[in-house]
Antibody, heavy 118, light 104 residues
Framework: QVQLVQSGAEVRKPGASVNISCKAS????????MHWVRQAPGQGLEWMGL????????NYAQKFLGRLTMTRDTSTSTVYMQLSGLRSEDTALYFC???????????WGQGTPVTVSS | EIMLTQAPGTLFLSPGERAILSCRAS???????LAWYQQKPGQAPRLLIY???SRARGVPDRFSGSGSGTDFTLTISRLEPEDSAVYHC?????FGQGTNLEIK
């Protein structure tokens, strides 16, 4: 079955880091981009960045530079997204999403809620 | 940085009517990268349209996309109650703010 399964909900204090995993199955994970997209409560979608699992190349949105790290483990078809220096505005639902070079986001994970609160 | 502006913010229509949703880019964008998504409450978005006018697998032909340059449109004909959702447009790294479509 072609799917992305993400790790569970996280609660963090301001200033902490969070690490979310996304495991791919049912397709050739190596050859597709993996994006991270987040959605704050009641808000729209926000693209955070992507990783190309084959070469571990990354491309991060400007606003997350210095705080965002994406890695992958090809042996388990898993990508990881770490966001550091958390603030209350980072409270959101985080999705991993797969695409080809056309940036067509056609396979979504179920989402991981992250709450940042003191 | 390209910005996408969607209009209207909210749309109230009845079953059987036609919905026309707009997505306007701040500068000319490639149609190859323009996509539309449907998102229902508590769910991940679902790809509807890619490359501005191509329907994704399993999407009913009531959904159609058009446009080029800076102006793109998602048209939903013969609305059904289950079409109630938020619709997002996307161009590579950028999303619009979404249009909330309510069918009553």
């Amino acid at each position: 079955q072609v799917q992305l399964v993400q790790s569970g909900a996280e609660v963090r204090k301001p200033g902490a880091s969070v690490n979310i995993s996304c495991k791919a199955s049912g397709y050739n994970f190596i050859n597709y981009y993996m994006h991270w997209v987040r959605q704050a409560p009641g808000q729209g979608l926000e693209w955070m960045g992507l990783i190309f699992p084959s070469g571990a190349n990354t491309n991060y949105a400007q606003k997350f530079l210095g705080r965002l790290t994406m890695t992958r483990d090809t042996s388990t078809s898993t990508v990881y997204m770490q966001l550091s220096g958390l603030r209350s505005e980072d409270t959101a639902l985080y999705f991993c999403v797969s695409s080809g070079i056309d940036y067509k986001l056609d396979l979504w994970g179920q989402g991981t809620p992250v709450t940042v609160s003191s | 940085e390209i910005m996408l502006t969607q209009a209207p913010g909210t749309l109230f229509l009845s079953p059987g009517e036609r919905a026309i949703l707009s997505c306007r880019a701040s500068e000319t964008v490639s149609s190859n990268y323009l996509a539309w998504y449907q998102q229902k409450p508590g769910q991940a978005p679902r790809l509807l349209i890619y490359a501005a006018s191509s329907r994704a697998r399993g999407v009913p032909d009531r959904f159609s996309g058009s446009g080029s340059g800076t102006d793109f449109t998602l048209t939903i004909s013969r609305l059904e109650p289950e079409d109630s959702a938020v619709y997002h447009c996307q161009q590579r790294y950028t999303f619009g703010q979404g249009t909330n479509l309510e069918i009553k």
